[in-house]
């Protein structure tokens, strides 16, 4: 069993940054894929990034690429994801997820474990 708990959403302008936390605790997951995902009000969740702990593999939407980026904190457990040059349309509940099995990490349905979410708010 693998617990997430996502940290670091907030209220900012546009052209802001804020840093997510995502802490892990429970199995460890040093072969698994770590997943950034958001979900806005009357739209489906949709894939921000992903990196393999393995392979060091990361992978990123068109739509965030070269603003987003992830880091992590080993001894903590904690997966880090900095956004910066924010956008009203990054607004959404942000939520980090594992994936076990190292499928595609672009698909929510890959994922075996998720976090409840922190909802960021870009202003414009």
């Known amino acids: 069993q693998v617990q997430l708990v996502e940290s670091g959403g907030g209220a900012v302008q546009a052209g802001g940054s804020l840093r997510l936390s995502c802490a892990a605790s429970g199995r460890t997951f040093s072969t698994y894929t770590i997943g950034w995902f958001r979900q806005a009000p009357g739209k489906e969740r949709e894939f921000v990034s992903a990196v393999s702990w393995s392979s060091g593999n990361t992978y990123f939407s068109d739509s965030v690429k070269g603003r987003f980026t992830m880091s992590r904190h080993n001894a903590q457990n904690t997966e880090y994801l900095q956004m910066n040059s924010l956008k009203p349309e990054d607004t959404a509940v942000y939520y980090c997820?594992?994936?076990?099995?190292?499928?595609?990490?672009?698909?929510?349905?890959?994922?075996?474990?998720w976090g409840q979410g922190t909802q960021v708010t870009v202003s414009s």
């Open positions: 997820a594992v994936d076990i099995g190292l499928g595609d990490p672009t698909k929510v349905y890959e994922y075996d474990y």
